[in-house]
Structures are given as structure tokens and as C-alpha cells.
């Protein structure tokens, strides 16, 4: 697990009331967290009529009660929801409310012509935006939706019809999907009372998901029509405890970890959680011993292996790195994160041919890790290729919002690369983004 730092607000960025300070997204970037999060979230999908494929479900790190859209390709959750969330049910639930905001037109209809995230330099807008919205729209956004510096104060904030409208397509997705719409139920409960809080002691989700009696009143009274109790899906129960063992493992203390790791639902997942514990310990033996353990009853798993490189890259290990990453990478040859981890580790193993290589198949597949990015420019300035070296670094920039050192970068990559070359085009992406945020 790694942190992906977006500094967001940053396009058009003027504070609606008096001075509002930059903040910065950090997402928490995770091989085997997002994978729990796309089984968890592919049945609801599938039953709001969208592809699991399409729509990335992605980990805020923020202890606040959030989850939000920014646009129709992401679900961001927050890391305290996450971690709050008992059941597989209710993190389902979550996803299935989002995707009715998604499949409901309940953010296009404001997005406008916003680019859409294909590009490193679309994503740090939609990026900017979730910055916004963790901050509970407090910030306003341009956005590049022809709104010029127009204070959105609402911009991500939900009517009542529309949480109206999102209920009732979320139980009828969640009983589509065989999921137990209870569960939507038990996440609204963990927000009763706050609509009498002040705002400033409200969790984020409350701000922007306005929930009253009546609301609460009406999805107890959908959930009941709906169906009988669904028994839990064991798999589901496994992806959900894997997400939340390893999340909490990570940001937690590994001592409290450890005390609570072996009433984890199966072996696999108490020795995942131990191995980060005793990694976060620098007991490279414990964690070895656990994360070998959980491998042998899981041989398949690419992202226990993938967590087995990490241990080892991170202790100065980097050829044994290679190893396991190269056999986890074998597993999931299509996965970038893992993909970026056998690039980083040619990094350290002192093979920048081969991390070059291996590094530009993860940024084919997920532009939007900037560890991706810099490790790439690290690459190709070991090979002499200085134009694709500015190129990723202007993306990386352009991902994190900062578009005037994106536009250094890009302008210095543009001079050097053949014109209308497949670089140089994306050099022209962030350009024009970064003219964009400039004009705002």
C-alpha cells in the first residue's frame, strides 16, 4: 500500500467564504484493497447497468465519514468509512447509493462539458474535485465546465430528490445483486443525529447527502417491502474482511493489529495482517514467516505476493524483490500497480532497461499513480531519454493538479519530441489543461 498525494483545488481555486486554505486527496493506492473493492462492488454495479469495468472505486485517506463522485468514472470512499463499516452488506450499500447518483444522471446533469479523466491532465480535475468534496464543498472548483470563477458551493451537494431518488434505485440494486439491503439501513444509522449537529462537527457525507427522518423513515419502509433477509455472501464477507484487515493494518498501530489479527475470518487474512504489523516493526523474519504462510494456502493470490515484493523492496532487498514480484506479476499480468512494483524494484536492482519496460506497461494501464510516473522518469533519464523523461513528469504534475510546473515540463518535452508523435501529443494535454487552469 502506498499514498498517492493529489493536491487538489487548484484550478480555478477561489475560496467561496473569505480564504480557504489548498488542500491536498491523498489516495491510499492498494493492489489487493481496490481488487476487494471491484467484487464487492460488482454486483451492484452489474445490476445498476454499469460496467464494474468502467468505474474505479477508490480509498480516500481521511478518517471523516465520506463516500462521493466527482464525476461518472470513480466512486472515492473514504479510509474512516471503510474502517467503520462492519459488513460486507453495508460497504455494498455505500456503492450501490453512488452508483444510483452515477446511473440516476445526478452528476452528469452538472458536469457539463468537464473532460473526462482519459488523460493524466483530465484525472487532476476530477481529482481537484474530490478534493472539494472531502472538504465538504467548501472550496470552489472551476472545473473547466464554462461556469469562469463562479462560486459552486453546491456543486457536489445532493438535493433530497435526488437521495430520494438514489434510495430507492440502491435497495433495488442491492436485491438485483442478491445483497441484503439492510445493510443501507445500518450505514444511514451510523449518521442518525448529526442533522442536529453544526455543520463544522457534521461528517462530510452528512453535508453533501442530506438525510431526515422522513428519509430514514422511507428507506426502512423500501428495505422491508423489498425482500426477506438475504443470508451474507461468504465471499463477499472475505473480500470486505481482506479490504478492511489490510487497511487497518496499515494505518493502525501494529501492536493493535496484532492483538487483534487472529479472530480475522480466515488464516489467510490474520497472517496478512501480522505481516504488516511485524513489517511496520522491521521484524523482516515475522513478517517473512506470515506473509510465506498465507501464500502457501493461497498460491494463486498475486497480491500476497505482491505485498511479499513490497516487505522485501522496502527492507533493501531488491533482487529477492524481482523474484516475487516477477511471479506475482505473472499471476496478473494486467495489473499496473503490481506492474509498478516489479518496475520500481528493476529500479533499486540497479536494471533500468527492464524497468523501463516494465514501468511503461503499468502507466499504459493506470496513468494515475504518480509513484508510476516518477519511477518512469527515473527510468528513462537513466536511459538518456530526457524528452520522455520531462513528458511523465508533466503528467505526474498535471495528476496532482499543479499545472504551471506540468506546463515547464510539457514545453520542454514538446520541443524535443516529434511533432505529432503519440508524446507529443499527450504533451499537447497537458498544455492545454494547463492554459485552462490558467485562465481561471
Known amino acids: ?3 498517492l498525494r493529489v493536491t487538489g483545488l487548484v484550478l480555478c481555486l477561489t475560496a467561496l467564504i473569505g480564504a480557504v486554505p489548498a488542500r491536498a486527496v491523498t489516495l491510499l493506492r492498494d493492489a489487493d484493497i481496490e481488487y476487494a473493492l471491484k467484487q464487492l462492488g460488482a454486483p451492484v454495479l452489474r445490476a445498476a447497468g454499469l460496467s464494474p469495468n468502467q468505474i474505479r472505486i477508490l480509498v480516500i485517506d481521511d478518517s471523516t465519514l465520506n ?60 481529482l481537484a474535485a474530490a ?17 469562469q470563477s463562479s462560486a459552486m458551493r453546491n456543486f457536489l451537494a ?24 439492510q445493510g443501507a439501513i445500518e450505514v444511514q444509522d451510523l449518521f442518525r443525529g448529526q442533522d442536529a449537529l453544526a455543520e463544522s462537527r457534521q461528517d462530510p457525507y452528512m453535508r453533501s447527502h442530506p438525510l431526515t427522518r422522513d428519509r430514514l423513515r422511507a428507506l426502512k419502509g423500501l428495505v422491508a417491502g423489498a425482500s426477506a433477509r438475504t443470508p451474507p455472501d461468504p465471499t463477499g464477507t472475505y473480500w470486505f474482511e481482506r479490504a478492511k484487515g489490510k487497511l487497518t493494518a496499515f494505518t493502525r498501530a501494529p501492536g493493535w493489529t ?42 494463486n493470490d498475486p497480491f500476497l505476493r505482491e505485498l511479499k515484493g513490497q516487505i522485501l523492496l522496502e527492507s533493501r532487498r531488491a533482487s529477492d524483490a524481482v523474484k516475487v514480484y516477477s511471479a506475482a506479476a505473472r499471476l496478473a499480468p494486467r495489473e499496473p500497480l503490481i506492474l509498478g ?32 510516473l516518477r519511477d518512469l522518469a527515473v527510468a528513462y533519464a537513466k536511459m538518456g531519454q530526457t ?32 511533432r505529432g508523435s503519440g508524446p507529443w501529443q499527450r504533451a499537447q494535454d497537458v498544455l492545454s489543461a494547463a492554459q485552462r487552469a490558467g485562465q481561471r
Open 158 to 181: 445532493h438535493t433530497r430528490a435526488e437521495e430520494a431518488s438514489a434510495d430507492i434505485s440502491s435497495v433495488r440494486y442491492m436485491v438485483r445483486a442478491g445483497v441484503d439491503p
Open 67 to 126: 463516500a462521493f463522485i466527482v464525476d461518472t468514472q470513480h466512486i472515492f470512499i473514504h479510509s474512516g468509512l471503510l474502517t467503520k463499516l462492519e459488513t460486507a452488506a453495508q460497504v455494498q450499500a455505500v456503492i450501490a447509493h453512488e452508483a444510483a447518483h452515477i446511473a440516476n444522471g445526478h452528476i452528469s446533469r452538472r458536469l457539463g462539458n468537464m473532460q473526462t479523466a482519459r488523460t493524466a491532465a483530465g484525472l487532476g480535475m476530477v
Open 258 to 299: 496484532l492483538r487483534r489479527a487472529d479472530s480475522s475470518v480466515t488464516a489467510d487474512i490474520a497472517q496478512l495482517r501480522k505481516a504488516v504489523a511485524y513489517h511496520r516493526q522491521s521484524d523482516l523474519g515475522r513478517a517473512l514467516s506470515n506473509i510465506d504462510a498465507a501464500i502457501s494456502s493461497r498460491p
Open 1 to 3: 500500500m502506498h499514498l
Open 387 to 418: 524528452a520522455m523523461a520531462s513528458l511523465v513528469t508533466a503528467e505526474r504534475y498535471a495528476v496532482q493538479g499543479r499545472f504551471k510546473d506540468a506546463s515547464i515540463h510539457a514545453k520542454r518535452a514538446e520541443g524535443a519530441l516529434a
Open 341 to 372: 512494483g516489479l518496475g520500481r524494484a528493476y529500479l533499486a536492482a540497479g536494471n533500468p532497461q527492464e524497468a523501463l519496460r516494465t514501468l511503461e506497461a503499468a502507466r499504459g494501464r493506470d496513468f494515475s499513480d504518480t509513484r508510476i
Open 131 to 147: 478534493a472539494a468534496a472531502s472538504g465538504g464543498g467548501r472550496a470552489a472548483v472551476g472545473l473547466g465546465i464554462g461556469l
